[in-house]
């Protein structure tokens, strides 16, 4: 995060905190979120997104201090199970600024969103439609929803988290008329309010070029809606995805650029179509938080392997970053506790658990001396690390320490044993 600096002593510090205070403090492996740049990001979306509406997708990491944060800097927030919208509403984010996804919505999740009175809800298959139609009008409410359309786009990214493509689980199908079918069943049917369409290629993509083409094609449908109700919708989704830099060899656009090339691409084809250009807004979760955060570790063991590389143990590992493992996702680390001025070692660092593909940073030059009590920071862990993180081998989960102005706050608590023990009711 922007809040990093080296000290005289050589150890890193974040807003004017040593990690090594942080650690003292709250112990390790721990999530430090650098406040003063999330903050930072989300204004970077809002004035490169002006006059859009920008979702912080949650699922990146939710907790009530980061609601509250996105809220306060004029964001959205995207929920997709009753989970996080039960965090949202308790931190307090305004229901109207709450968009609710899911492939697969309960009729208690419906139902309260419905009662909390969430600012639209994004149809994801004609069972749900259903579903809302008859809660809908069981309370008389016209809930403003949209239609999730998948568009046919291979974004390239990992298979897991590609969305766009036919062959998955999410949306409604461009092109076998599906997308079109369920917006007018909405529109026939006029319980719910359909207010727009929505898209969302999939995550951690650097090329735009998977955005334009999205945007085209469900300007289409858009379009064709038109013509059979004689009106157009007002709104346009064009999802999150944004990615961001891991590794040195990263290189993503800024929200300024994406901001601007999205408004374009849009212009551009409402102008070919002779259509009025729809209110859009965009649902970044991994650019805004991923950057401000950093994981703690302490290393435990440092031992060498045959000449081939030197494996690091830290006291956390996949179950606080499960990235790697699942995604054969590229991190990198550096020593943070103090300078070294030894020669650079090939290092794989890995945690405590149970299994050999226990691992988060794949490869990494650390200084040769790295030993154990030294502390090692793993960058970009803001996004999905927090929010995947399990109990293998019965770890507890890391607290995230927030550090703003030269003091660190607990806003999620480290889990105890007897908070494991505690579900445990044998
Ligand atoms: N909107 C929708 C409808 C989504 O499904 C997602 C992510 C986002 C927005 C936010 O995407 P982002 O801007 O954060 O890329 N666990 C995976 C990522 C799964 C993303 C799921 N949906 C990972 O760790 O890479």
Redesign the pocket.
Known sequence: PSGVARGRDGGLSVAGVPVAQLAAEHGTPAYVLDEADLRARCRAFVAGFRGMDVYY?G??LLCKAVVRVVAEEGLRL?V?TGGELAVALAAGMPPERIGF?GNNKSVAELSRALDAGVGRIILDSFTEIDRLTVLARERGVRQPVMIRVTVGVEAHTHE??A?GHEDQKFGFSLADGSAQAAAERVLDDGVLQLIGLHS?IG??IFDTAGFEVSARRVLGLHAELAKHTGAELAELDL????GIAYTSQDDPASPVELGAGITGIVEQECAARGLAVPRLSV?????IIGPAVFTLYEVGTVKPVDGLRTYVSVDGGMSDNL?TAL?G?AYSATLASRASSAGPMLTRIVGKHCEAGDVVVQDEFLPADTRPGDLVAVPGTG??CRS?AHNYNHVPRPPVVAVADGRSRVIVRRESEDDLMALDVG
């Open positions: 997708a699922k990146a995207d997709c996804h897991y988290i969305t969302h995550s951690q999802g999150g995805g944004f649902e970044p979760g991994r650019a990235r995604y996702a996004a999905y995947l």
